[in-house]
């Protein structure tokens, strides 16, 4: 599943995971985190697009398990 993947988990995690998962990639890829480094435009682009993905991907997550 693409959205398990986006997340670098398993579908057998268990919710607790996914969320510590989710928030673990979030700050990582956080745009204004990035920017604050000082860090090329390209990968602030490739930041927000990631970012993008891990909260779509958490939201259908949390959507199909219901919490």
């Known amino acids: 599943n693409k959205y398990y993947a986006a997340l670098k ?4 995690a268990s919710n607790e995971e996914i969320k510590r998962q989710y928030r673990r990639l979030v700050t990582e890829y956080h745009p204004d985190k ?12 490739f930041a ?3 970012f993008r993905e891990i909260q779509e991907a958490y939201d259908s997550i949390r959507k199909e398990r219901g919490f």
Not at 9 to 12: I, L, P
Not at 34 to 45: D, H
Request: one cysteine or more.
């Open 48 to 50: 927000s697009d990631k």
């Open 34 to 45: 990035i920017e604050s480094k000082g860090l090329p435009e390209e990968f602030i682009k």
């Open 9 to 12: 988990c398993d579908e057998s």
